[in-house]
């Protein structure tokens, strides 16, 4: 058994410790709106906060992470109201969907680190991967999020 803290709630989990922490998110904790994308870290669907970082959750095992804080777009607010998603639905970015709650945990991590970013800064960082290529929307709402914050 591994204890992991996911948005404040411990879990039981009953899994080996080598299993990927999106399975152990999804499959044994219920929350499913961190998403399997590609499975090699590459993409960015299955983005979570780990210690307030952001990390892609298909490649960190859960062994590793007795007594981490775990945040999933689920616990990122508790009614939706997060500077960074009131920004997504200001600018409309989400097409099919898929990537966003990935992308919005990158951005929130990185709007925490860099509350000023240029474009540059945010091609440089965010990289998540929105096969529908939402990109300048998504950009418009990242300086949109950085703006909420600010207020």
Same mark, same amino acid.
């Given at each position: ?53 952001? $990390? ?92 909420? $914050?600010?207020?």
């Amino acid at each position: 058994m591994i204890t992991l803290t996911v948005n404040g709630q411990q879990h039981q989990i009953d899994l080996e410790p080598d299993t990927p922490l999106l399975w152990a998110i999804r499959d044994a904790a219920g929350l499913t709106g961190t998403k399997f994308g590609c499975g090699i870290a590459q993409c960015g669907a299955c983005t979570v906060h780990i210690n307030g970082q952001a $990390m892609r959750s298909c490649s960190v095992p859960i062994g590793r992470l007795e007594g981490a804080s775990i945040t999933t777009i689920e616990g990122l607010s508790n009614d939706s109201k997060h500077p960074v998603q009131q920004a997504w639905l200001a600018e409309d970015v989400p097409q099919c969907g898929w990537c966003q709650s990935g992308q919005i945990m990158a951005t929130a991590a990185f709007l925490k680190q860099n509350p000023n970013p240029t474009d540059a800064d945010i091609d440089a960082n965010i990289t998540n991967i929105c096969r529908c290529g939402t990109y300048e929307r998504l950009r418009r709402a990242i300086h949109r999020a950085a703006d909420l $914050m600010k207020a």
